[in-house]
């Protein structure tokens, strides 16, 4: 039984190859973070190895093993902690040579590149000569939630898998089973369709207060003076070369906010992803031109893509600080700008 959840069509192609043979050498999983990527690709490692009538059994010596990360033919590669910022050439190399032997205990040995976006040039043409004489019962699953950021030689090699988030009605139906009707909403729609994320946040302990601390900081930060704004920016900065991941949730999170000032000033409001917090946007909404609003998303956009360009995260952030917009009362003249 396949356990990814709300990608059919990836699941069912996936499938049939399987049952029919026809596997790919190389599969790049595409799709956002959290939206079940990994889960598909230890589905795909297991149901080649399992020995079961109906693959993946899920209940076998080897859909267990694998389930686990204890199965000696299906290997992760990543990076090796968060302050590093590439999948090293030594971790391919490494990769390479084990993918010339033969499985050990399975039929396919698998390895599942995660987060092939952070690949470095060298390890990027390391991966690139095997994928071009791939040695027999090896199977390479890249994951990435940035396509771009590959080279195209290696995308051309891949048979391309994408996964999209889940509808807001199909993710709070599945958060439903979990927990009550008003979490399962917030989730879901914190979640942006990404389910993993949710599921995360369930099983965690004090995701959502650590959220709330977040979202008091920036909306704090949106009256604060330059020097205040400043000092937010190297703290995150701080942050953001200690963990990435951190980094990354924080600028998602402000992201997320903006945008949902964005509907509320468009009458949107039913559409937010803080539906806790409608009555505060709608009083910040108040505060801004949707000019503004607009124009600071674009350079939240931008310095996300900068951070993950590996440029120098506190000029990055400070300048974002510095391009956040004032809030005031809109008159009239603000109006037209609207």
């Known amino acids: 039984m ?36 990994m889960t598909l690709a ?43 910022a590439e999948i090293g050439i030594d971790q391919i190399r490494e990769m390479c040579a084990a993918a010339s032997l033969t499985p050990y205990e399975g039929k396919y040995k698998g390895f599942i590149i995660d987060g092939a976006e952070h690949l470095s040039t060298e390890a990027s043409n390391s991966l690139l000569k095997t994928l071009e004489e791939p040695p027999p019962q090896v199977l390479l699953i890249l994951l990435t939630a940035r396509e771009r950021a590959l080279p195209t030689t290696i995308v051309s090699r891949c048979q391309k898998v994408a996964l999209h988030p889940l509808s807001f009605e199909a993710t709070k139906e599945e958060l439903s089973h979990k927990v009550k009707s008003p979490q399962a909403e917030l989730l879901a729609r914190l979640s942006g369709g990404c389910l993993g994320w ?38 995150l900065a701080a942050d953001f070369s200690k963990d990435r991941e951190k980094g990354r949730e924080v600028l998602a999170m402000w992201l997320g906010w903006w945008r949902d000032l964005l509907l509320v000033k468009g009458g949107g409001d039913e559409y937010i992803a803080n539906c806790d917090r409608k009555s505060i946007l709608q009083d910040r909404a108040q505060g801004y031109t949707l000019r503004q609003i607009k124009e600071f998303i674009v350079h939240l956009v931008e310095a996300t893509e900068q951070l993950e360009l590996n440029v120098n995260p506190r000029l990055v952030l400070e300048v974002l600080t510095l391009n956040m917009p004032q809030r005031h009362l809109a008159d009239s003249r603000q109006l037209t700008a609207r």
Do not use: M
């Open 198 to 235: 949710a599921l995360g946040v369930i099983q965690g302990e004090g995701q959502l207060h650590r959220r709330a601390e977040r979202l008091d900081q920036l909306s704090a930060l949106e009256g604060a003076s330059l020097q205040g704004r400043f000092s937010y920016a190297a703290e």
């Open 2 to 37: 396949w356990q990814t959840i709300g990608q059919g069509q990836a699941v069912r192609l996936l499938q049939t190859s399987v049952a029919e043979g026809h596997l790919s050498h190389a599969y790049l999983f595409v799709g956002p973070h959290h939206v079940g990527k």
């Open 42 to 84: 230890q589905d795909l490692a297991q149901a080649v190895n399992c020995k079961a009538e109906e693959r993946p059994c899920t209940q076998c010596v080897s859909c267990r093993r694998i389930a686990t990360g204890k199965h000696a033919d299906v290997q992760v590669i990543g990076l090796l902690s968060e302050e590093r």
